[in-house]
């Protein structure tokens, strides 16, 4: 059987599938100056494989079966598995329908088939439900695939192959880790866990199935074939919480020194499972930048949205241990939670800045589909578009700010984090002290520009 994997880009802005916000994916389109530039950087620097698709090709080739890959034109094949997305839905059942009319079965996986089937059904000859694995080796076995099928967990994760990069578009030792301001272009995921053990009600990592988590061996084995396959790569693990088991973490560590194992790699995780001794551990190991989320200032709003609040004290302790390892930091922020006004959203921004991450992103809340959020929120969302479910697009009515000034207050976000000196300070590590000092006063007039902005367009600034 030739089986064709499909993980289709988008001309429009750019998109983000596979993993990001659990698979719904993201767009991001120019709707300021900063984020303008960040849509040129990201087409041009990153171009990540689905490590979803790299493990179905591992599946189906391990089963004798022909994979093909394609990432724009209708390929021939006996059936096409579609990567599925929220933000770009119409472009793939799109693709899937010019398929069909040359004769190919095709099917459709990933979080935003199993939890909106009803998007993709006319297109689709069947629907995978939850993680594509096992249903996929019912497929290589054999067994015809029909309508909306449930696909089980897989309970141990190491019984998986590794994931076939060859296969997906990736040809051995072709890919070099280069880049600025993005993540290096060439990157691979690995998921060391799937699922996540926290709770927020606003995010879709937990939605599809339950936490598990692979073992340490099972790990190193794939990085060590990484390494073999790709000399220095560099690797970003892909799990919400991947310090969650400290222990394990150190071990994982230990295996890549022991092995003498050449790469590089980040992670995303919560500051509170940091500190600076396993800090030091990571990236003597190869870590080379966090992503974490911060999410708003406020610890009540936090608290209503069932995410666990992070004091300041620590925070700030592992972003300046991170500074002295030279270790990047990337912050996550979240705009316009229900108790948000103008002055917390204010607050949220400026403490971003005084944080210090090297790299900050700021998103709307958006309340994506099978969260507990959505069932909260339902009767408020006004957005019918599912592809402007983005993060980036206002989609329901706030209590108190209209879906302008939230895009305002988006917009003014990345200006401020990123349109001032002290922000290429800290990005390019200086030290010397009459530089900073000339940089502090720089970024008063650079504060000031921005209030004469934002009072000339909303009679109001960005300020607490």
């Known amino acids: 059987m030739r089986v064709v994997l499909a993980d289709l880009r988008s001309d429009r802005g750019f998109v983000n599938k596979d993993t990001v916000v659990g698979g719904y994916g993201q767009r991001m389109t120019g709707f300021c100056a900063v984020t303008r530039l960040a849509t040129f950087l990201r087409k041009r620097l990153q171009d990540p494989p689905s490590v979803t698709l790299?493990?179905?090709?591992a599946l189906l080739a391990r089963a004798g079966h022909e994979v093909a890959f394609t990432c724009r034109e209708v390929v021939e094949g006996d059936v096409a598995l579609v990567l599925s997305s929220l933000v770009d839905h119409r472009e793939e059942t799109a693709w899937a329908a010019a398929a069909r009319a040359r004769g190919t079965r095709v099917g459709f996986v990933g979080i935003t088939a199993s939890k909106l089937p009803h998007l993709f059904a006319p297109a689709a000859d069947f629907i995978v439900n939850g993680e594509p694995e096992e249903a996929v080796m019912r497929l290589a076995r054999g067994e015809p695939l029909d309508g909306y099928v449930k696909s089980q967990e897989i309970a141990d994760l190491d019984s998986l192959p590794f994931?076939?990069?060859?296969?997906?578009?990736?040809?051995?030792?072709?890919r070099q880790a280069s880049g600025y301001f993005t993540r290096p272009k060439g990157a691979f995921s690995l998921l060391a866990s799937r699922s996540c053990p926290e709770f927020c009600t606003y995010c879709p990592h937990r939605i599809l199935s339950s936490y598990r988590s692979r073992s340490v061996k099972n790990m190193a084995d794939e990085l060590e074939q990484l390494c073999e396959d790709h000399p220095q790569p560099f690797v970003v693990f892909r799990d919400p919480l991947f310090s969650q088991e400290r222990e394990r973490i150190l071990a994982l560590c230990d295996e890549i020194r022991a092995r003498e194992l050449d790469l590089r790699w980040e992670c995303e995780t919560r500051l509170d499972r940091l500190d600076e001794d396993l800090l030091a551990t990571m990236r003597g190991a190869g870590l080379r930048a966090i992503t974490f989320?911060?999410?708003?200032?406020?610890?009540?709003?936090?608290?209503?949205?069932?995410?666990?609040?992070?004091?300041?004290?620590?925070?700030?302790?592992?972003?300046?241990?991170?500074?002295?390892?030279e270790i990047g930091t990337v912050g996550f922020y979240v705009l316009g939670f229900s108790t948000d006004t103008w002055d917390s959203i204010a607050a949220t921004i400026d403490y971003a800045i005084s944080l210090g991450s090297t790299l900050a992103q700021f998103k709307l809340l958006t309340p994506y589909p099978g969260t507990p959020l959505y069932k909260q929120m339902e009767r408020t969302v006004f957005e019918r578009d599912w592809e402007r479910f983005d993060g980036f697009t206002p989609t329901f009515r706030h209590p108190s700010l209209s879906s302008e000034e939230m895009q305002f207050l988006l917009a003014a976000a990345y200006g401020r984090f990123y349109l001032r000196p002290s922000f290429f300070a800290n990005y390019g590590r200086f030290q010397t002290r009459w530089l900073l000092d000339l940089v502090g006063r720089l970024d008063r007039q650079v504060r000031a520009f921005h209030a004469r902005k934002e009072l000339a367009s909303m009679s109001r600034t960005v300020e607490c």
């Open 54 to 57: 790299a493990y179905l090709a």
């Open 163 to 174: 994931p076939r990069w060859d296969l997906v578009g990736v040809a051995p030792g072709a």
């Open 293 to 325: 989320g911060v999410e708003s200032l406020s610890p009540d709003t936090l608290r209503k949205v069932g995410r666990r609040p992070i004091p300041e004290e620590q925070q700030r302790r592992v972003i300046e241990a991170c500074r002295r390892l």
